[in-house]
Antibody, heavy 119, light 110 residues
Framework: QLQLQESGPGLVKPSETLSLTCTVS??????????WAWIRQPPGKGLEWIGS???????YYNPSLDSRVTMSLDMSETQFSLKLSSVTAADTAVYYC???????????WGQGTLVTVSS | NFMLTQPHSVSESPGKTVTISCTRS????????VQWYQQRPGSAPTTVIY?????PSGVPDRFSGSIDSASNSASLTVSGLKTEDEADYYC?????????FGGGTKLTVL
């Protein structure tokens, strides 16, 4: 059964880089069928797509975050990562990773991890 | 890119039917598939409708989706409301390799 689990620091200082990893069990991120995505949700607010990545490593980012976002596939077949630079309090959110069966929709989501930006 | 506008909240009684709208600000609603996600408090979103009107396995047929070109909007209809349907619902579409989410609708079943 497919499972996704986000992990990383729960607290990041302003101006630093937020780094998260999504560990996938029950599937390979190198499978040619799927995309892998990051979505976030500030406390009490709605969902925001951060970006998506194909198995080849090709990436698509939200234009509003493009200059600060890097997504990558790990050499293992079970992890992919997110880096968001120069964070501010506005980046405080629950961050979800997801598998998408094609580019345009989510299918399986992780449980999410709260990242707080504060000094 | 376009925006998707949803009502902030809707409420209805158990057993009744409710419809949540999602209006696209520019471009045709029919141009790109619309998805609907349900999010219960403290949980990750789950898909209840994908590709405008398709239900994932395990989602009851009380949930249905449609699009209306005249109003340039998508709709999620939940019939035979149950208290367990109380949640936030988000529509989502895409264009030019960018996902767009609606702001979400809180469904209260009272």
């Amino acid at each position: 059964q497919l499972q996704l689990q986000e992990s990383g620091p729960g607290l990041v200082k302003p101006s630093e880089t937020l780094s998260l990893t999504c560990t996938v069990s029950g599937d390979s991120i190198r499978r040619r069928t799927y995309y892998w995505a990051w979505i976030r949700q500030p406390p009490g607010k709605g969902l925001e797509w951060i970006g998506s990545m194909y198995y080849s490593g090709h990436t698509y980012y939200n234009p509003s975050l493009d200059s600060r976002v890097t997504m990558s596939l790990d050499m293992s077949e079970t992890q992919f990562s997110l880096k968001l630079s120069s964070v501010t309090a506005a980046d405080t959110a629950v961050y979800y990773c997801a598998r998408t069966p094609n580019f345009f929709r989510g299918e399986y989501w992780g449980q999410g991890t709260l990242v707080t930006v504060s000094s | 890119n376009f925006m998707l506008t949803q009502p902030h909240s809707v409420s209805e009684s158990p057993g009744k039917t409710v419809t949540i709208s999602c209006t696209r600000s520019s471009g045709s609603i029919a141009s790109n598939y619309v998805q609907w996600y349900q999010q219960r408090p403290g949980s990750a979103p789950t898909t209840v409708i994908y590709e405008d009107n398709q239900r994932p396995s395990g989602v009851p047929d009380r949930f249905s989706g449609s699009i209306d070109s005249a109003s340039n909007s998508a709709s999620l209809t939940v019939s035979g409301l149950k208290t367990e349907d109380e949640a936030d619902y988000y529509c989502q579409s895409y264009e030019n390799n960018v996902w767009v989410f609606g702001g979400g609708t809180k469904l209260t079943v009272l």
